[in-house]
């Protein structure tokens, strides 16, 4: 079911920009694995094998119980892989893969490349745009927003909406290059992100299905996105979710990367630190709500993580909601779900056991996915 947001009443509590000094403090206490109900000895183990290197290039490692920190771990890693060779790209992209001043960390500092864990928090700006009366709903059509924009000819782009562009279902081909695997050079991400106007790139691509039909994951998607947030609430994504969310839960360090032509890089340009996104998790874990202030509209986050694309694909079991993938279902009701990120980036939240997992590292092999439910929530007692 898709909700008409507001700010008012039930589950759709209040959403004024609190007071950000009143609600910065931590909202954890840290505690042995055993005080929170996990099995110490499992817990423990886990952390040495990422200490190892035996799940790939880790560099941090947050998990979070009810209110109560468990682990907090960093990594050094002996190396990082390069996941994508652009050393050698004529004109060498701004923010290029290969780089190590941008991958995985931002040099200098503990900003932490996020990669698409930034789509999800892009989902969150969306809901309380729409609470804040910039944004009319979900199934506005995109065309709206494209205003002196030049679009493909193709009419299919006339019915496209915001929420086809949320569920992944926008009919954009993205199709990448026949026999390639994986992001590569040519891949139709990498050449967005090599142009110096993505959103023209974006809306110059032809459709390959009619939007709301079929689910395939297109970066383009979510710089539609951004941009039609910019275009609603007359600022970029960055400068209003620095008031609205950063502040007020106490993320005082935080990177946004932006395109050439300044545009807010929704799609993976997003840098926190472990512990800034862990806030992040916590806050989606109660609601919405960040120390008693309701700041992203309690239904919307129950809606965004609602799996509106119950499979994304045969021999799965993965689901889709508003950017943030389902991982786990009981009775049509989303129980686990996660923000995942190229390169190993994780958010992992789990209802039931109110659990919040941070991995963070740079390695593509994948390792880390798995752990949240096969090791983290099964060490529980």
């Not at 500092?109 to 944004?135: C, N, R, Y």
């Not at 709206?144 to 193709?154: A, P, S």
């Not at 007359?234 to 932006?258: C, S």
């Not at 509209?297 to 950017?323: D, F, K």
Request: hydrophobic share 40%; net charge negative; glycine share 12%.
């Amino acid at each position: 079911m898709r909700l008409i947001l507001t700010c008012l009443g039930g589950l759709l509590a209040a959403c004024s920009t609190p007071d950000a000094d009143a609600l910065r403090p931590e909202p954890w206490i840290a505690v042995a694995p055993e005080d929170a109900g996990f099995d110490g000895g499992a817990i423990m183990a886990l952390v040495e094998e990422l200490r190892r290197g035996d799940h790939g290039a880790v560099d941090h490692f947050i998990l979070i119980r009810d209110g109560q920190k468990v682990v907090d771990e960093r990594f050094q890693p002996a190396g990082y892989r390069t996941l994508i060779d652009q050393a050698g790209s004529s004109p060498r992209p701004p923010h290029d893969y290969s780089h190590p001043s941008w991958h995985p960390y931002k040099e200098g500092t503990e900003l932490h490349s996020l990669q698409s864990v930034t789509k999800s928090v892009t989902s969150l700006a969306v809901g309380m745009a729409i609470a804040d009366g910039a944004l009319p709903g979900v199934e506005v059509p995109v065309a709206n927003y494209l205003e002196g924009v030049e679009v493909k000819d193709d009419p299919r782009w006339a019915e496209l909406t915001l929420f086809d562009l949320l569920t992944m279902q926008s009919g954009i081909d993205w199709t990448p290059p026949e026999g390639s695997r994986g992001y590569t050079t040519e891949h139709p991400t990498l050449r967005m992100e090599g142009s110096d106007h993505w959103l023209p790139f974006v809306t110059a691509r032809p459709m390959r299905t009619a939007p709301g039909t079929e689910f395939e994951y297109v970066d383009g998607a979510t710089v539609l996105v951004g941009h039609i947030l910019e275009q609603a609430l007359g600022e970029r994504v960055d400068a209003y979710l620095e008031r609205r969310l950063f502040d007020p839960i106490g993320i005082e360090g935080w990177y946004w990367k932006t395109s050439p032509a300044g545009e807010a890089d929704t799609e993976g340009g997003l840098y926190l630190s472990a512990e800034g996104l862990a806030r992040i998790g916590v806050l989606v874990l109660d609601q919405g709500r960040w120390n008693g202030a309701q700041l992203v509209p309690a239904g919307w986050i129950m809606e965004s993580t609602s799996a509106h694309v119950p499979q994304i694909g045969p021999g799965t079991t993965l689901g889709y909601g508003y950017q943030w993938w389902i991982r786990r279902q009981e009775g049509g009701v989303t129980r686990t779900f996660a923000a995942f990120g190229f390169g190993g980036q994780l958010l992992l939240v789990d209802r039931g056991t109110r659990t919040v997992a941070v991995l963070l590292g740079w390695d593509d092999s994948g390792q880390t996915a798995s752990l949240f439910p096969e090791r983290i929530l099964p060490a529980m007692r």
